[in-house]
């Protein structure tokens, strides 16, 4: 039995178009805070998961690759990676590295340092990508911010894919750094709301 | 007949959704965004929920 496809279901087309985007011009790296805001937004506001329940092109993307195509090994990720210490701890590393890269746009903002054509993978290599930059209609930091930012999305999307191919499809949920905090955020609404 | 149904470990679960989307009777919601819900009446222990599951915190129990 097949469930009735929304249109939400394809939302996936979005996420990859977006990352090809990125190797084009790479000041399409900025439409990327969607994917931060609105889950933020539907949990705070409305205290529910369905950003991820249903709207992530990013997880649905996992599940054609891994389920639809196979490229997965369909098996259990390992007990440390679904526990409370990796996925909190991922969650404040991964933040940590988040203001690292806000920094080092307010250095080129600050113009205290150049503008680095460069997308960092994995917070460690550093990948030329000077091609997609065609200069900027805005200031140099504009950039590279775009620049930060896409490194932030290539690098989850590259963790992703290996956990996707190690363990299952969408093993990155369980990890994912969104999916923590907006079910951290839920799990703190609820709290306010039972002792009310 | 001994008749199965899902059952979620909520502690682990990541409240993620593929579950609901996999199950072929919707008997499965996410409580508020924090863990997943069977709704033992609909459960007809078929194993999707189970076999789809990220965390893999899903298991088939014989229902009482
Ligand atoms: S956990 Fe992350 S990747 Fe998975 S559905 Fe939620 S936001 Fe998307
Ligand atoms: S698939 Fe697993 S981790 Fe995700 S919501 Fe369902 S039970 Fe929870
Ligand atoms: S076992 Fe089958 S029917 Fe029961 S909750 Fe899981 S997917 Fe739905």
Redesign the pocket.
């Known amino acids: 039995m097949k469930t009735k496809k929304h249109w939400y279901d394809y939302l996936w087309i979005l996420s990859l178009t977006y990352l090809i985007l990125g190797f084009f011009n790479i000041l399409f790296a900025w439409l990327g805070l969607l994917c931060f805001f609105i889950p933020l937004i539907i949990s705070l506001v409305n205290g529910s998961k369905a950003y991820c329940n249903k709207y992530c092109g990013r997880g649905q993307l996992f599940s054609i690759i891994g389920g639809n195509l196979g490229l997965s090994r369909k098996k259990s990720v390992p007990k440390w990676m679904k526990s409370k210490y990796f996925r909190y701890g991922f969650l404040i590393f991964f933040f940590a590295m988040f203001f690292v890269m806000l920094w080092n746009t307010y250095l080129v903002f600050a113009q205290a340092k150049d503008l680095s054509t460069a997308v960092t993978l994995l917070w460690t290599f550093k990948l030329p990508w000077q091609w997609a930059y065609h200069g900027t209609l805005f200031s140099p930091w504009v950039a590279q911010f775009a620049f930060g930012f896409y490194s932030v999305m290539l690098t989850s999307t590259v963790l992703g894919l290996v956990t996707m191919i190690l363990f299952k499809p969408r093993s990155w949920c369980v990890y994912c750094p969104m999916g923590t905090m907006t079910q951290l955020i839920c799990k703190a609404k609820n709290v306010t709301k039972s002792q009310k | 007949m001994i008749r199965k149904?899902?059952k979620v470990g909520t502690d682990e679960c990541v409240a993620c959704g593929c579950?609901v989307k996999?199950?072929?009777?919707n008997?499965?919601s996410i409580f508020k965004g924090i863990y997943a819900e069977?709704d033992k009446n609909?459960?007809?222990?078929?194993?999707?929920?189970?076999k789809e599951c990220p965390a893999s915190v899903?298991i088939?129990e014989e229902a009482v």
Request: glycine share 10%; with cysteine; hydrophobic share 50%.
């Open positions: 149904k899902a579950c996999v199950c072929p009777r008997a499965i069977v609909l459960c007809v222990g078929c194993g999707k929920c189970a899903i088939l």
